[in-house]
């Protein structure tokens, strides 16, 4: 499972992200806002496996094992740096 923060300070695009995940068949839990500097992928496990590699490659997000408290297992972390890449 998955959850979105968007720290982009853009509106909506924690759910277009949100939208093109399902789409791909990923399992979309939750989406919130959140303030957070840097995009990132974290992960409880401490292997990731190769479909959470795939989805760092996908959205050009580094992927570590993370402190995040979630009940997903995977929080895709779209921080304020990538906020002009993505306007």
Same mark, same amino acid.
């Given at each position: ?11 909506? /695009? ?5 939208? /093109?995940?399902k789409t791909l068949g990923y399992n979309v ?10 995009? +990132?992928? %974290?992960? +409880?496990? +401490? @292997? ?16 570590? +094992?993370?402190?995040? %408290? ?13 906020? %002009?890449?993505? @306007?």
């Open positions: 499972t998955i959850e979105v923060v968007n720290a982009t300070g853009i509106n909506g /695009m924690g759910n277009a992200v949100s939208s /093109m995940l839990l939750s989406i919130r806002t959140g303030e957070y500097k840097n995009s +990132k992928i %974290t992960t +409880k496990e +401490k @292997n990731s496996s190769s479909s959470i590699l795939r989805l760092g490659r996908l959205l050009d997000l580094k992927v570590e +094992k993370g402190l995040e %408290t979630s009940i997903a297992d995977v929080v895709i972390i779209l921080g304020s740096d990538i906020a %002009t890449t993505l @306007n």
